[in-house]
């Protein structure tokens, strides 16, 4: 199994538990929510071998706060159908974790790629001579 589908495996899991969390009324789940993404995008970074620098990390509390703070206005305004309402906020709390997951996912692997394209050089650079 490949880094992508091991990265894929981890953040499944996470909108399965995201989802599940997304039944429970917003206040007792956002932290909840939030320590899950933390985790799960600690995972697909240590499954594509990164390492966590001080801008990445900024950048995905920025991320995850916006992100809560979005999922925490569109679930109470769901949450006003009776019956249904329940059911969106999982949905769309699971949907939030999985896009946050595949977001990271297609980062990591730019990020490697970009790392293994500047770290050796094409094969036309390495033999070229010019001579006069």
């Not at 995008?41 to 950048?59: G, I, S």
């Not at 297609?106 to 050089?121: D, G, L, N, V």
Request: charged share 20%.
């Amino acid at each position: 199994m490949g880094r992508t589908d091991s990265s894929r495996k981890h953040v499944n899991q996470a909108a399965l538990m995201g989802a599940g969390l997304g039944l429970l009324p917003f206040r007792f789940a956002a932290p909840a929510v939030a320590a899950l993404g933390v985790k799960m995008l600690k995972d697909v970074r240590e499954t594509f071998e990164a390492e966590a620098n001080p801008v990445e990390q900024a950048a995905a509390a920025a991320i995850l706060g916006a992100g809560e703070f979005a999922l925490g206005q569109a679930t109470r305004v769901v949450r006003f159908a009776p019956w249904l309402g329940p059911v969106l906020s999982a949905a769309l709390t699971g949907a939030a974790v999985k896009a946050l997951g595949e977001g990271a996912i297609a980062y990591y692997q730019w990020s490697r790629f970009e790392r293994e394209a500047t770290a050796r050089p094409a094969d036309g650079e390495a033999h070229t001579r010019v001579s006069f």
